[in-house]
Structure formats: C-alpha cells, structure tokens
C-alpha cells in the first residue's frame, strides 16, 4: 500500500469521523467531514508526496533517540482555528466519545491564547508529526528548547516550532478513542509545547489524567522519561 493510501485509510478510521461526539464538533462548525474520497481529492498529489518525504526525514532523523521505538510518525489533520480552535478546551459533550462521558477539559486558567502554527483559510491542513500515543523523549523543556537547532532541524524546518498546544490539541481528537498521553495507555506520558513560551516560569505541556483532557503548565527543568515531544512540519 502506498503512503498515500495508509495515511488516507488511517484518516478516514480516526477520531474525526469515526468518534461520533467528535465527528458532531467539526460538523457543528461547518468543516468538511472527514473521508476517503475527500482526502484523496482535496490535497494534490504534490502534498501527499511532500507528506511522504518530510515524514520519513522526521522517522530517520529522530531514530536514534530515547523511545523512538515506541514512537509512529504520520499526518496529522489540523482544522482551521477559525472554525474549530484545537488551542482552547473542547466543550464536554465532544468528549464523549473519547473518554465515555462528557468531561469538561482541565484549562489552566494563566495560560494564554497559544501560538497559531496553522492558520485560518483552509479546512484542514496536513501535518506530518507524531500520530501515535507516545512522543520521543529528549529532556526538559529548557534543555529543548535551549538546544541546538540542528537537532531539531528537518527538511529545513525547525520542527520544535510547532511543538505547540494548537497541533496535540488536533492530535488528541484525532485519536478518538486511543488518546495520546493517557493514563490509560501502557505507561502515562505528557508532551511538552516547546513552541510556546513560559508563562509565570512555567512550560506548558498537555495530558489525558484522572479522567480528563489536561492543559497544563509544570516545571521547564523537568526531564523525566515521561515528558515527550512532537516534532513537526506542516505541509503547505
């Protein structure tokens, strides 16, 4: 099966539109629903092989790095933050299905608007990214953050920017029912959001713990093996 057809089959089974209280949110605010066909014809041919290249240059070049084993890169879908802003909780009933009640996100109340690595204009646009539950681990987020740009550097792209609360907000729903960095799951981890600023000295990071969608800020200094990352590139 070609990379195209995987990553469209895997779309088409997601959360955005096998999730029923997810598939109700995009429809609610007017983005195109999620399916083969659609997929097939609304990205040309030149992004899926864009998606192909810059996916396999993140799985090569990250390969030899702490839990790259447990780690599966692919496409992200990102909707427009115009109509669907993956920054902001989602409302209790969108979760429904995801975690079998309506659960209101955890938001912590100092953070900001976040930063917009996907912008409006477009229904959805393709993110090649982690797509799996668990990110690569490569420290804190100071050591990160702080670290060389040819680490993080891919295709030309520092992929740290997009390490960002908009782009594991997408992923989670995209999840469905199999949510990244869940309790739930056979370890516990969180991301961190190395894209975003400190805010009060604190790093942002988000989670799925104690029964709810976390958006949270900890410690910058804390490494431990739980704490993951997410590189990224949109394809445009």
Known sequence: MSFKDDQIARLAASGWCQCRSVARAIAG???????????????????????????????????????????????????????????????????????????????????????????PGQDWTLVATVIGPYGISLGSYEHVAGGPAEAFTVAEHDTRALMIRQIWGARVLQGGRTLPDCEANDHWTFTLFVGERLIDGCAESGTVLQGK????????????????????????
Do not use: N
């Open 213 to 236: 969608v976390r958006f949270r800020l900890g410690k910058p200094t804390r490494g431990i093996g739980p704490a993951r990352i997410a590189p990224a590139i949109a394809v445009r």
């Open 29 to 119: 605010a007017g983005i195109a629903p999620i399916t083969a066909g659609y997929l097939g014809d609304v990205f040309s041919a030149e992004q899926w092989k864009t998606a192909e290249s810059v996916t396999a240059a993140l799985q090569k070049h990250f390969s030899g790095v702490r839990f790259a084993e447990e780690t599966a890169f692919g496409v992200l879908l990102v909707p427009d933050p115009a109509k669907l802003d993956t920054r902001r909780p989602m409302s209790s009933d969108v979760r429904y299905d995801q975690l079998g009640q309506a659960t209101a996100d955890a938001f912590d109340e100092r953070l900001t608007a976040g930063t917009l690595g996907i912008g």
